[in-house]
């Protein structure tokens, strides 16, 4: 009990008297070294690799529907185009409401160029599954 | 029910009663305008250090800048 009320006292003392020179440093200080942090800024880092990993998972996702889109094609001779109508249009949507709300200018043109090419692979398939309720065979 | 703890805050407040755009604060901290625009929004959680460097920059206690 006796010790742990010392140590307590001891962790008090610390906590409103720190040891060592404790610089007091003043508010542009603080502000201008914050600004020469800036390349090794923990926050940078952090923020953009969330945004990258977030876009990289995005952009992935599209890929692999891609790739399956033209593997049912040029591999397979069945394939529902009811399907991918849905898929591809949904995909095109978030792509664009991206590219939209997307500031960055490098990012948005990513999300426009992925937008564009999932635009056209849901218009091929619109076409595709109209022309087969229509009886006509590609 | 949502029992989530979210971090919420007065950045962008207290930046526009500062007359500071984003980029201009984000200049003053040493981040880029992205960081400003992704904390305003609530997408990122600023560590302790940048937050305390905002509040310096926005002349504003800790408590006033972020809340729950």
Same mark, same amino acid.
């Given at each position: ?24 440093? &003043?508010? %542009? ?13 923990? %926050?940078?880092? =952090?923020? &953009? =690799? ?25 591999? &397979? %001779? ?15 949507? =978030?792509?664009? /409401? =991206?590219?939209? /709300? ?7 043109? /990513? ?28 | 029910?949502?029992?989530? *703890? ?13 007359? *500071?755009? +984003? ?11 992205? #960081?400003?625009?992704?904390?305003? #929004?609530? +997408? $990122?959680?600023? #560590?302790?250090? *940048?937050? *305390? ?8 206690? @800790?408590?006033?800048? @972020? $809340? @729950?």
């Amino acid at each position: 009990m006796e010790e742990y009320e010392l140590a307590s006292e001891e962790n008090e003392r610390a906590e409103t008297e720190p040891e060592g020179a404790r610089e007091a440093l &003043s508010r %542009d200080e603080i502000l201008s070294r914050a600004r020469t942090e800036n390349t090794k800024n923990g %926050d940078e880092r =952090q923020r &953009s =690799q969330m945004q990258w990993a977030n876009y990289a998972g995005f952009i992935a996702m599209e890929f692999a529907c891609i790739i399956v889109m033209f593997s049912k094609i040029f591999m &397979s %001779d069945e394939f529902t185009p009811e399907f991918f109508c849905i898929m591809f249009t949904g995909i095109a949507a =978030q792509n664009i /409401v =991206q590219a939209c /709300v997307n500031k960055n200018r490098k990012t948005r043109t /990513v999300f426009i160029v992925c937008a564009a090419l999932v635009t056209a692979c849901a218009v091929i398939y619109w076409v595709f599954w109209i022309l087969g309720l229509c009886g006509i065979r590609l | 029910m949502n029992d989530k *703890l979210i971090l919420h805050n007065r950045v962008k407040e207290f930046r526009a009663e500062k007359g *500071l755009s +984003q980029g201009e604060l984000a200049a003053m901290v040493g981040v880029s305008r992205n #960081t400003i625009s992704s904390i305003e #929004t609530g +997408q $990122y959680c600023p #560590t302790a250090k *940048l937050a *305390l460097v905002l509040c310096l920059a926005l002349e504003k206690k @800790f408590e006033e800048v @972020f $809340y @729950f």
